[in-house]
């Protein structure tokens, strides 16, 4: 399996005292997935949170955060994404509109 | 890699460009494009981070509660640009704080209207309407751009800034409508601020020579000229809507080409702003230098803290 570490990660190291970064994922309402909205540098997790909330939730964009150090995401190697995904690419009667169905036949 | 190879990958590169796939952070990408986005976007967000300064000027003096909390909701919003900037160069490679300590050395540029100083309560109306105005100009089309984490920062910005001109044009009729001192206030911030604004669009197109390769790579997707035009054009009647007078003689419309025309930009004042000998621009520096440096305490502090947690919960 080709992967590749998130590029962003090269520069993750903590020189001059820099903080980590961190990938941010908001839920902008019950019933939806969390979504990647960016990131942000923070000392630790709690003021992760707090500083999503405050550079990515100030028009309530969010009703729930998560935050990810960056260096935890891999990530599928895009120079390869043809190769990679290519099983999905070929297989067309995964779909329904492979098949043929009469005219006539209904609810299907 | 060969000189084939790299002419290859730069062939298929143009031509995601051209069918408008965007390009994302792990994409190969040539070394010039990515230079050039990092030098783009780091002034852009330098420009945010700066152009919280004329505004903070005014917050412990806004004339009421209401115009109090307008201008902290606005100069918060700036400081989200710097961070979504910052973060979008920081997925190009570059490294944060080099960022920083480019713009401190004066080795990056951010927006030269940032180096005029704020000397009446009227100067936040003007910059609202003018200097968010031509920002948003600059900034819609950004929305396209072919790097998708710019785009993406772009759309979020360009979201908030409607706010920002709105509250100014606010101030500004509020003024042009007052006693007639208001009045004179509003009309001498216009005085100061158009010419300034109108410069934020950069050099006449012919004088900006990145701008055809930008094009190409639809980093760019409006010539400073049209975009400069495009803000004239809808900022004139407005003016005129609140009983204020453009500082210009020579502006007028022209039936011709539907749009209005104007007198001579001073452009030796904008490039001497641009080098560093504007009003402001010691002290827009000395002010952002100065906050690293008060900060790194606690910078440090909470570094100590986060590893001391670590450790405590291992």
Redo the contacts between chains.
């Keep these: 399996m080709h992967m590749q570490k998130n590029k962003k990660l090269k520069t993750n190291k903590m020189s001059n005292n820099e903080w980590p970064l961190w990938e941010v994922f908001i839920r902008s309402k019950q019933g939806l997935n969390h979504k990647h909205v960016g990131s942000l540098r923070a000392s630790d997790e709690v003021m992760a949170i707090e500083n999503a909330r405050d550079v990515y939730t100030r028009r309530s964009e969010g009703i729930s955060i998560w935050v990810v150090e960056s260096n935890s995401v891999f990530a599928s190697d895009s120079s390869d994404a043809d190769e990679f995904f290519e099983p999905a690419d070929s297989k067309i009667y995964r779909h329904p509109t492979f098949y043929d169905v009469p005219d006539g036949i209904e609810h299907m | 890699m060969t000189e084939d190879q790299l002419s290859e990958l730069e062939r298929k590169f143009q031509e995601r460009i051209d069918n408008d796939v965007k390009i ?5 990408m040539p070394d010039s494009y990515r230079k050039t986005l990092i030098r783009q976007i780091s002034q852009h967000a330098h420009s945010e981070i700066v152009g919280m300064l004329p505004e903070g000027n005014w917050i412990t003096r806004a004339p009421n509660l209401r115009r109090k909390a307008v201008l902290l909701a606005k100069v ?2 700036e400081a ?1 640009h710097g ?2 900037l910052y ?1 979008a160069t ?2 190009l ?5 080099k960022t920083i300590d480019d713009l401190h050395s004066g080795k990056a540029k951010y927006s030269s209207i940032f180096n005029y100083p704020t000397l009446t309560w009227a100067d936040m109306g003007a910059i609202g309407w003018l200097v968010d105005g031509a920002a948003i100009m600059n900034q819609v089309p950004l929305c396209r751009c072919s790097y998708g ?1 710019y785009a ?2 772009m759309v979020r910005v360009c ?2 800034e409607s706010f920002h001109q709105r509250q100014g044009f606010e101030i500004m009729m509020q003024l042009a409508q007052g006693t007639p001192e208001q009045k004179e206030m509003a009309q001498d911030a216009l005085n100061r601020f158009w010419w300034p604004a109108l410069m934020m669009f950069g050099p006449n197109d012919d004088e900006s020579p990145n701008s055809a390769q930008s094009m190409k790579w639809k980093i760019k997707r409006s010539s400073n000229d049209e975009l400069r035009q495009l803000f004239i054009d809808v900022t004139v009647p407005q003016a005129e809507m609140i009983g204020l007078t453009i500082p210009d003689p020579d502006l007028k419309w022209n039936e011709e080409t539907k749009h209005y025309d104007i007198g001579a930009i001073d452009w030796a004042e904008f490039w001497e702003v641009v080098n560093g000998n504007g009003p402001c621009n010691k002290e827009r520096i000395n002010a952002r230098k100065s906050a690293k440096e008060n900060g ?1 305490w606690v ?2 502090a ?2 100590a ?2 590893e001391k ?1 670590k450790a405590k919960n291992k």
């Design positions: 994302e952070p792990n994409d190969w918060q919003d989200g961070l979504y973060s920081e997925t490679g570059a490294d944060r704080e984490p993406r920062a979201k908030e790194a910078r440090e909470a570094n803290y986060a947690q």
